[in-house]
C-alpha cells in the first residue's frame, strides 16, 4: 500500500526556521516524483513545487521560488520542505503528493501525505 | 498561464440527485492532462478522475469526467451522504506547472 506520512504540526514564531517531512514507503521512492501543495486557511490548493528523488532535480512554482527549499534523501525514502525565515503568511496545510504519469508525465497527484499544519505567529 | 474556474462555487442538492460541476479553462488543454480531486474537512485531497474520463483507483462508477478543449465536467450520478464535500480540477502544464481551480463546494439541501 501507498503510503506518505508527513511529520506533525508545527508552531514557530516570525523569523524562524522549519523544515518538514514526508515519507514514502509501499512503492520505489526514486520511481515518482513528490510536489509540494499548500492550502491556506479557507482556501484552495496551490502548487509549490516538485522534487525528482532519483536526481533531486526540482522544479518550483514562480509564486514559491526564493521562499521555500525542497530536498529530498532517497536513500531514507524522506522529501523535505523548508523556510528559513518564517512569516505569519506561511501559515497553511502543506500536503505532499505523489506525481502518478498520464500520457507518459508526472501529471497527477495519485497519493497525497495528511498534511503539516504549520501556523506562525508571534 | 492558464486559469481553471469552477462553476458553480457552491451547489446544494439532496442524497439521489445528480450533480454537475464544472471545469472552464482560460485556453485549450489537453485532457490528458485534466483530473479532479475530492477533498472531505480536516483530509487531505484524493484523485477522483484523471486523464478526464479515467476513475482513480477504488472509484465508484457514479463519478464520471468528461470534456475538452476548454470545458470539463465531473457528474455525480446519484448522491451519497459521502459525496458531499469540495472537488477541485487541476491540469498540468509543460512549464511544468499544476494549476488547481478554485473547488466547489457540495452541501446536503
Known amino acids: 500500500e501507498v503510503q506518505l506520512v508527513q511529520s506533525g504540526a508545527e508552531v514557530k514564531k516570525p523569523g524562524e526556521s522549519l523544515r518538514i517531512s514526508c515519507k514514502g514507503s509501499g512503492y520505489s521512492f526514486t520511481s515518482n516524483w513528490i510536489s509540494w501543495v499548500r492550502q491556506m486557511p479557507g482556501k484552495g490548493l496551490e502548487w509549490m513545487g516538485r522534487i525528482d528523488p532519483s536526481d533531486s532535480y526540482i522544479n518550483y512554482s514562480p509564486s514559491f521560488q526564493g521562499h521555500v527549499t525542497i530536498s529530498a534523501d532517497k536513500s531514507i525514502g524522506t522529501a523535505y520542505l523548508q523556510w528559513s525565515s518564517l512569516k505569519a503568511s506561511d501559515t497553511a496545510m502543506y500536503y505532499c503528493a505523489r506525481l502518478g504519469r498520464t500520457g507518459g508525465v508526472p501529471a497527477i497527484c495519485d497519493y497525497w501525505g495528511q498534511g503539516t499544519l504549520v501556523t506562525v505567529s508571534s | 498561464e492558464i486559469v481553471l474556474t469552477q462553476s458553480p462555487g457552491t451547489l446544494s442538492l439532496s442524497p439521489g440527485e445528480r450533480a454537475t460541476l464544472s471545469c472552464r479553462a482560460s485556453q485549450s488543454i489537453s485532457s490528458t492532462y485534466l483530473a479532479w480531486y475530492q477533498q472531505k474537512p480536516g483530509r487531505a485531497p484524493r484523485l477522483l478522475v484523471y486523464?478526464?474520463?479515467s476513475r482513480a483507483t477504488g472509484i465508484s462508477d457514479r463519478f464520471s469526467g468528461s470534456g475538452s478543449g476548454t470545458d470539463f465536467t465531473l457528474t455525480i450520478s446519484r448522491l451519497e451522504p459521502e459525496d458531499f464535500a469540495v472537488y477541485y480540477c487541476q491540469q498540468y502544464g509543460s512549464s511544468p506547472s499544476y494549476t488547481f481551480g478554485q473547488g466547489t463546494k457540495l452541501e446536503i439541501k
Open positions: 486523464a478526464t474520463s
